[in-house]
């Protein structure tokens, strides 16, 4: 095993009392964690092969582990972050699901990022609905979806979910924007 994705031998508990900090959210069919280093093996392809397409990739495996481990400071960062999409079944690794708030963009961004495996089974629409929710009873609303036009399995997704094509991305035009409406979720 390469050595900077082993999980550490010492600081066990530390990494365990950060990870206790992060939402769990359970739903219907899946368990959103906070992500692990041992959960890179089964995601590192969504960023190293043609699956990475529409996020800019593929990506060499150093710039697929940095995008995973910006993705994962967000929660120290700004509060919010990603979650990795489990089985709840049998724990398998499904793919991430975000909310954070990447360099240069305008908003902060709800996204989905899958494995082969477990696209067209609807997991992305369940993982992004039960975090948007989470995210607008903790930070209310002004996310938005950056979605690359041609790619349309994502924004079925993000219509599924009620988010209306409001513009494109200001430096990107092929990135399109979609807003989440109010749907009478409390910001208390």
């Known amino acids: 095993m390469t050595p900077w994705i082993k999980s550490p031998d010492k600081g066990a508990a530390q990494i365990a009392a950060l990870a206790a900090a992060i939402p769990q959210i ?3 069919r899946l368990i959103l964690r906070a992500p692990r280093i041992s959960d890179w093996s089964m995601l590192e392809p969504i ?39 489990c089985d709840k079944s049998d ?41 948007r929710d989470l995210g607008r009873s903790l930070y209310g609303e002004g996310f938005v979806s950056y979605i690359a036009v ?25 990135v399109a924007i979609y807003h989440y409406p109010d749907q009478g979720v409390s910001h208390d």
């Open 91 to 131: 724990g398998t690794v499904l793919g991430l699901v975000v909310l954070g708030h990447e360099y240069g963009d305008p908003a902060p961004e709800l996204g989905w990022l899958l494995t082969a495996a477990a696209e067209g089974k609807g997991y992305a629409t369940e993982a992004a609905a039960a975090l």
């Open 47 to 85: 960023w190293t092969t043609d699956r990475a397409a529409h996020i800019g990739g593929p990506f060499d495996p150093e710039d697929a582990w940095l995008d995973f481990n910006q993705i994962v400071a967000g929660w120290l960062l700004r509060g919010h972050g990603g979650l990795t999409v």
């Open 26 to 28: 359970e739903t219907a």
């Open 150 to 174: 041609e790619n349309a399995a994502s924004v079925r997704v993000a219509e599924k979910l009620g988010a209306v094509r409001s513009g494109t991305h200001p430096a990107e035009a092929e």
